[in-house]
Structures are given as C-alpha cells and as structure tokens.
C-alpha cells in the first residue's frame, strides 16, 4: 500500500515537474527564441529544484534534515538529474534533428523517458530507506 501511494506521489509530482519543465520550456524557447538546447537546460535547472523539493517532502518523505544528508540527497539528485539532462537532450536531438518531430512534441516524449529513469535512481538510490 506505501508504494502504491508512493508511486502515485510521484506520478502526480512527476506530472507537475513536467509541467513546470514544458511550460519553462515554451517561455525560453518561444518568448525569448533561444535554441532548444539552452531552453532545455533552463527548463532542467528550474524542474529539478521543484522535484527535489517535492520528492524530499511529499514522495519519499525523507524527514532527515540534518546537514550531511542534505549535502548527499542533494548532491546525488543533482548528479542524477545531471545525468538524466544528458537523456533529455539525446532524446531532443534525435526527435528533432533525425526524425523531424516538431519540438514541444519532442520534449513531452523525452519528459515521459526522464521521469521513469529519474523514479528509479530515486527510489532505489537517493532517496532510499536505510
């Protein structure tokens, strides 16, 4: 029953991050017309500031504030999520550039390969139980 409610947490927050990532997204790329790499890194770095906060709080109810653990989950979500902008703008290359899809419909297809990688280093790796 926890992990069901855990999962669900994270699909609602997932869907709110996304949110937040396309929206961040639209605003850079098509408001200010920068190029879809530099409007996907700042979609990145604002997204991952909400997930991470969310998922500390609300997903996976990490209650432990002391500095160290602070210092670790932040350190391996941002390593992680890192990793996971690389996902993203691979995705958006090779939906754009190879395949010829329109950019929004791109992102939102890279958004749904980010959020299952990003569920699962989270889960089994930030933000696990000991």
Do not use: P
């Given at each position: 029953?926890?992990?069901?409610?855990e999962i669900?947490?994270?699909?609602?927050?997932?869907?709110?991050?996304?949110?937040?990532?396309?929206?961040?997204?639209?605003?850079?790329?098509?408001?200010?017309?920068?190029?879809?790499?530099?409007?996907?890194?700042?979609?990145?770095?604002?997204?991952?500031i909400f997930?991470?906060?969310?998922n500390k709080?609300?997903?996976?109810?990490?209650?432990?504030?002391?500095?160290?653990?602070?210092?670790?989950?932040?350190?391996?979500?941002?390593?992680?999520?890192?990793?996971?902008?690389?996902?993203?703008?691979?995705?958006?290359?090779?939906?754009?550039?190879?395949?010829?899809?329109?950019?929004?419909?791109?992102?939102?297809?890279?958004?749904?390969?980010?959020?299952?990688?990003?569920?699962?280093?989270?889960?089994?790796?930030?933000?696990?139980?000991?």
């Amino acid at each position: 029953m926890k992990l069901n409610k855990e999962i669900f947490l994270y699909l609602i927050f997932g869907v709110l991050t996304t949110v937040v990532n396309i929206i961040t997204y639209i605003f850079c790329a098509k408001v200010f017309h920068l190029s879809y790499e530099f409007s996907t890194v700042i979609a990145w770095f604002i997204s991952v500031i909400f997930a991470f906060v969310t998922n500390k709080i609300f997903v996976f109810s990490s209650r432990d504030n002391s500095l160290s653990t602070i210092i670790k989950e932040t350190s391996l979500f941002f390593f992680y999520r890192i990793l996971s902008l690389g996902l993203d703008i691979g995705i958006m290359f090779v939906t754009i550039q190879l395949i010829g899809l329109q950019d929004v419909l791109a992102k939102v297809i890279a958004n749904i390969f980010v959020v299952l990688v990003n569920y699962i280093v989270s889960r089994f790796h930030i933000f696990k139980k000991d």
